[in-house]
């Protein structure tokens, strides 16, 4: 069960929602992305102005007298005279009081000799001696004429540094001493660094490791250090401060400045702060105007769903709500919409599908009426132009010239006659007469017939089982199928080619459509006819058992072949299909039931043994009389004795006159007065010992619905010749 109602599954309150939650969306966004960037660019302002401070603090830090000498080497010669000869001890008293060579802030003042050891000195305020000059000067770091500046150190409260120059002879380089000078960092001092750094930034000075560092005002702990070592320049950004450490040029001194970034970002952020709620009021009003607008586009939405339903549900291709999947019943328009146009396409496509379907037995029963009708006439001819030429073969010597001629004309019929089966095989109105036969034995008897129809260059191969199953088919449209097949697949292999027949037993387990009808499950004999020629697109494929649709060149073919494999296949209960492609070959499976029944013992598939004729009387029911004519002039000369009634009234009449000697009636079965059944059932009171043979041209439909549809009444299908006439007629009379 849904956790909303349905209302908020509808698109027209979905879409609302979530074009107002966009708009909010999209404005938060904008603001959030504005603050970023004007974080950004803040943290990058200060990060360079702290990178500028430190360089700048650097520069003053070394500034008051640590590299520069004040008036030159001279005013070193007060110092130098005196460690010479002594003289001159209260000028160089003088000079170190003075702020001549040591700078007006000193705190201490001496002069050394060459080992270390104090000669003169000044103090100020009882400011004690540095320590690292004397170690530097053991330790010969002290060396050249420059000066060199010292470690920050304690000095009481507060802190400060030393220098320490070599003082040599004038115009020689041999070393007399050394002059020190300390300096302390006082408060002024310290101010005059904050007002350059600025507020909230915190000043240390010293050398990382030593342990002594100064606010230059005081010792301080030595603080984090993140980055840098002496001699390099660092600025490393945490999450809440910003330090940079910059050496002291010329010295292995650090100044280390920290800012943290709350101060930074606090006017950026007030300002935040400030034009939310404008913001948000934006947004808001936004959101409403989104609201309305989606309002507009999604009503007519969900009035065209509910028109779209309701056409569905007419059309009975939609389900009632309660019917339909949860996904569709609580979904929004779109979902909807779309389940009832899908039902509505495939409404439309199955009613295309039946359309089509219909279209195509529409046509196929066309073709069928016609060629029945055809059928009739023609095969009343067929049966004349055969028979006549049977006739004129027996009376011929066999040396008579005009023989070939007449097996000529014979064969000629013998090729018209077929083309009359084909056309009512393709409609599906061919009179069959289904038996259980050995599949199995069919195909390898058709074997050798088909190896003389392949060309020479083109490879037969037959490939059934031992125990393929039985069928219930007419053997002779059966072989007619293979045979149309395999000259089919030949004909696609002007260059030669593989020809196979394989059968197989076949189960299928669920409904399979072919395309050219529907597999139903069941047991099944599988024939596939495949070639190895130059195969079918899919549109060749659609229509290649139309009949007389052919890709053959004009004059090369009919285009009855594969239609009349498809009737004679459907008119047995099975079903064919192809699968094809250009230049890979073809394959047509045809899928028969498989027969419950045996074999028959006696089915052999052969031709019936010749049988003699008779003294008998038959009665010929006929309305063609070219047919009726050959036929008493077939059987007389058999020794038959032959009544002709030229219709069923003239048969009434004569069976009543001759009922104690007519032994057969051989009647047609559609005639203007009555048919050939209805003739039967009336001689019957008339002549009830006599026996029924009745001969038709016309398609098996027209017969059946003529009443011949019971097994024991006795068929003759023209065209015949005058050996089957015969040979029928004496089976019809000893049955």
Same mark, same amino acid.
């Given at each position: 069960m849904s956790l909303?109602?349905?209302?908020?599954?509808?698109?027209?309150?979905?879409?609302? &929602?979530? !074009?107002?939650? $966009?708009? &909010?969306?999209?404005?938060?966004?904008?603001? !959030? /992305?504005?603050?970023?960037?004007?974080?950004?660019?803040?943290?990058?302002?200060?990060?360079?102005? *702290? #990178?500028?401070?430190?360089?700048?603090?650097?520069? *003053? &830090? #070394?500034?008051?007298? $640590?590299?520069?000498?004040?008036?030159?080497?001279?005013?070193?010669?007060?110092?130098? /005279?005196? *460690? %010479? =000869?002594?003289?001159?001890?209260?000028? !160089?008293? %003088?000079?170190?009081?003075?702020? %001549? #060579?040591?700078?007006?802030?000193?705190?201490?003042?001496?002069?050394? =000799?060459?080992?270390?050891?104090? #000669?003169?000195?000044?103090?100020? =305020?009882?400011?004690?001696?540095?320590?690292?000059?004397?170690?530097? +000067?053991?330790?010969?770091?002290?060396?050249? =004429?420059?000066?060199? +500046?010292?470690?920050f150190e304690p000095y009481g409260a507060g802190a400060g540094y030393s220098r320490v120059r070599p003082l040599r002879a004038v115009g020689d380089t041999t070393l007399l001493g050394y002059f020190v000078a300390a300096y302390p960092f006082g408060s002024a001092t310290a101010q005059e660094f904050r007002d350059i750094v600025g507020g909230g930034v915190s000043l240390r000075v010293g050398r990382r490791g030593s342990g002594v560092w100064t606010d230059l005002e005081r010792v301080v702990p030595e603080p984090l250090m993140t980055g840098g070592t002496a001699g390099t320049e660092g600025l490393h950004v945490r999450s809440d401060t910003m330090t940079v450490v910059t050496p002291l040029p010329g010295t292995d001194l650090l100044v280390w400045l920290a800012q943290p970034v709350s101060g930074v970002l606090s006017p950026v952020r007030s300002m935040l702060w400030n034009a939310i709620p404008i913001g948000l009021g934006i947004a808001v009003l936004g959101a409403l105007l989104m609201w309305r607008m989606a309002r507009n586009i999604t009503r007519p939405l969900a009035q065209l769903t509910d028109v779209a339903e309701g056409v569905a549900r007419d059309s009975h291709s939609m389900p009632q709500t309660d019917e339909m999947p949860a996904a569709i019943k609580n979904g929004d328009e779109i979902t909807r919409l779309r389940f009832a146009v899908e039902r509505m396409s495939d409404r439309v496509a199955e009613r295309q599908a039946l359309e089509a379907q219909l279209r195509q037995s529409q046509k196929m029963e066309a073709i069928g009426r016609l060629a029945g009708g055809v059928a009739h006439d023609f095969n009343n001819l067929l049966t004349a132009i055969r028979s006549y030429a049977d006739l004129m073969l027996e009376d011929m010597p066999p040396y008579d010239p005009?023989?070939?001629? @007449? @097996?000529? +004309?014979?064969?000629?019929?013998?090729r018209a006659a077929t083309l009359t089966a084909q056309l009512l095989a393709f409609g599906r109105k061919s009179f069959l007469q289904p038996r259980v036969i050995d599949t199995r034995e069919v195909l390898l008897d058709l074997h050798a017939m088909l190896r003389r129809l392949m060309i020479e260059d083109v490879t037969l191969e037959v490939a059934v089982p031992e125990d393929l199953w039985p069928v219930k088919a007419d053997r002779g449209q059966l072989e007619q199928v293979i045979v149309n097949l395999a000259v089919n697949g030949r004909d696609a292999m002007p260059s030669g080619g593989v020809l196979a027949i394989r059968a197989e037993n076949l189960v299928v387990p669920a409904a399979v459509d072919t395309g050219h009808g529907v597999v139903t499950p069941g047991e099944y004999v599988a024939i596939h006819v495949t070639d190895t020629g130059s195969g079918m697109d899919a549109t060749t494929q659609n229509r290649v058992f139309e009949p007389f649709f052919t890709t053959k060149a004009v004059g090369q073919g009919t285009g009855l072949g594969l239609a009349t494999v498809h009737g004679i296949v459907a008119q047995s209960g099975g079903v064919i299909a192809v699968h094809s492609e250009l230049q890979r070959g073809s394959t047509f499976t045809v899928y028969l039931p498989r027969a419950e029944a045996a074999v028959p013992p006696d089915e052999s598939g052969g031709r019936v043994a010749e049988t003699p004729g008779g003294n008998e009387t038959i009665l010929v029911v006929e309305d063609e009389g070219s047919v009726r004519a050959l036929a008493r002039r077939v059987l007389v000369r058999a020794g038959f004795r032959v009544l002709e009634a030229p219709s069923p009234s003239e048969a009434l009449r004569l069976a009543q006159d001759h009922a104690s000697e007519i032994r057969l009636v051989l009647s047609d079965v559609v005639m203007p007065e009555m048919s050939g059944p209805a003739l039967a059932e009336r001689l019957g009171a008339l002549i009830p010992n006599a026996r029924i043979l009745f001969v038709s041209g016309y398609a098996s439909d027209e017969v059946m619905s003529r009443g011949l549809g019971t097994p024991d009444l006795d068929l003759l299908q023209k065209p015949f010749s005058a050996q089957q006439l015969v040979e029928r007629v004496r089976e019809a009379i000893d049955r």
């Open positions: 909303f109602p349905r209302r908020w599954h509808s698109f027209d309150s979905k879409l609302p &929602l979530l !074009a107002s939650g $966009l708009v &909010l969306v999209t404005a938060l966004t904008l603001v !959030a /992305t504005a603050y970023y960037r004007v974080e950004r660019a803040l943290l990058a302002t200060a990060e360079q102005r *702290l #990178v500028s401070t430190g360089r700048t603090t650097a520069r *003053l &830090l #070394v500034r008051p007298g $640590l590299r520069r000498e004040p008036g030159g080497s001279a005013v070193y010669l007060p110092l130098v /005279t005196f *460690l %010479q =000869d002594g003289r001159g001890r209260d000028l !160089a008293l %003088q000079v170190l009081r003075s702020g %001549q #060579v040591t700078g007006e802030n000193k705190a201490y003042a001496a002069l050394l =000799d060459a080992r270390g050891r104090v #000669v003169l000195e000044h103090r100020r =305020d009882s400011f004690p001696a540095p320590r690292w000059p004397e170690r530097a +000067i053991a330790l010969r770091h002290v060396r050249g =004429d420059s000066t060199t +500046i010292g470690p005009k023989r070939a001629d @007449m @097996m000529e +004309i014979r064969r000629a019929a013998e």
